[in-house]
């Protein structure tokens, strides 16, 4: 989905974002998903954090979002950086 020198230029612009969701410990359900969806057509490029007390492995996690349609940018320790690009409001011009 997305080529090497495309996720480079996103970690690049992730870098300064704060995670704006939390999954804990219910893990990554439908409405998680539907408000991240919700959330990356407002901004394209997020970041999301996974709680201690989640029960999921992040890798599985990471998996079921790109099963969802949105790219998996980085995962970085229980931080997953995300993108999609927005069918509205693109801001991102990819490399």
């Not at 996974?50 to 790219?71: F, R, V, Y």
Request: charged letters at 30%; glycine letters at 8%.
């Amino acid at each position: 989905m997305l080529t090497g020198k495309q996720k480079s230029y996103l970690r690049s612009e992730a870098h300064h974002l704060q995670p704006i969701f939390q999954i804990g410990k219910g893990g990554l359900t439908e409405p998680i998903i539907k408000q991240i969806e919700e959330a990356l057509e407002a901004r394209e490029l997020i970041k999301v954090s996974i709680l201690q007390n989640c029960e999921e492995d992040k890798t599985d996690i990471a998996t079921k979002l790109q099963e969802a349609g949105i790219g998996v940018v980085q995962v970085i320790g229980k931080i997953l950086v995300l993108y999609k690009e927005s069918k509205e409001k693109k801001r991102i011009v990819l490399p």
